[in-house]
Nanobody, 124 residues
Framework: QVQLVESGGGLVQAGGSLRLSCAAS????????IGWFRQAPGKERDFVAS????????YYTESVKGRFTISRDKAENMVYLQMNSLKSEDTAVYYC?????????????????WGQGTQVTVSS
């Protein structure tokens, strides 16, 4: 079973940047697809990005393409989400999640394990 812990959230002005980190631990943690999701107040949890086991393939929701980058450090069992050109609509709790399924999994039911979340607030 893999365990996930997110960090790096905070308050940033519109146009600024943040880097979220997801630390994975446990047996075979590098054998999971890792995804990032976010949930804004009063809204459903939505897919943001995912990265393959090797780190060679990544997928993004349309609204963050060109602004966010997901990456993976297998040696350190870390997954990162670099967020640039942040907008007020990016404000949400961000979660990382682990899946034994496909690299382009975009639905939360496809992920078996979740972190506790980290708050990102973008002020306009």
């Amino acid at each position: 079973q893999v365990q996930l812990v997110e960090s790096g959230g905070g308050l940033v002005q519109a146009g600024g940047s943040l880097r979220l980190s997801c630390a994975a631990s446990g047996r075979r943690s590098t054998s999971y697809v890792i995804g990032w999701f976010r949930q804004a107040p009063g809204k459903e949890r939505d897919f943001v990005a995912s990265i393959s086991r090797s780190g060679g393939q990544s997928y993004y929701t349309e609204s963050v393409k060109g602004r966010f980058t997901i990456s993976r450090d297998k040696a350190e069992n870390m997954v990162y989400l670099q967020m640039n050109s942040l907008k007020s609509e990016d404000t949400a709790v961000y979660y990382c999640a682990a899946s034994q399924g496909f690299s382009d999994s975009r639905y939360d039911y496809q992920y078996e394990t979740w972190g506790q979340g980290t708050q990102v607030t973008v002020s306009s």
